[in-house]
Nanobody, 121 residues
């Protein structure tokens, strides 16, 4: 199992920047992928960006060129960051950290508690 703690988020004007972070502890050696998803009111939860342990990033088309995902590896924690620049009102949503663990050829999804990002026009 892993424990996820999110930080960052808040209120920003359009064109501004925010940085989200998600620290994972526990069975971090089993993590194969980590990333961020978002969910606006009345909408489904959608992928924003992911990065594999091999370092390969993947972005939703709507955030390419504006958002950057990165990770920091420490001895007992892995932290994934999402740098969000040139924010737009349509980026407003609850952002969820996600990590996938692979245990005996089976994948398990872990989610953070969610953090609100609000972009005003």
């Amino acid at each position: 199992q892993v424990q996820l703690v999110e930080s960052g988020g808040g209120l920003v004007q359009a064109g501004g920047s925010l940085r989200l972070s998600c620290a994972a502890s526990g069975s971090i050696d089993s993590i194969t992928s980590m990333g961020w998803y978002r969910q606006a009111p009345g909408e489904q939860r959608d992928l924003v960006a992911t990065v594999t342990t091999g370092g390969n990033p993947n972005y939703a088309d709507s955030v390419k060129g504006r958002f950057t995902i990165s990770r920091d590896n420490a001895k007992s924690t892995i932290t994934v960051h999402l740098q969000m620049n040139s924010l737009k009102p349509e980026d407003t949503a609850v952002y969820y950290c996600n990590m996938i663990l692979r245990v005996i050829s089976r994948d398990y999804n872990y989610w953070g508690q969610g953090t609100q990002v609000t972009v005003s026009s």
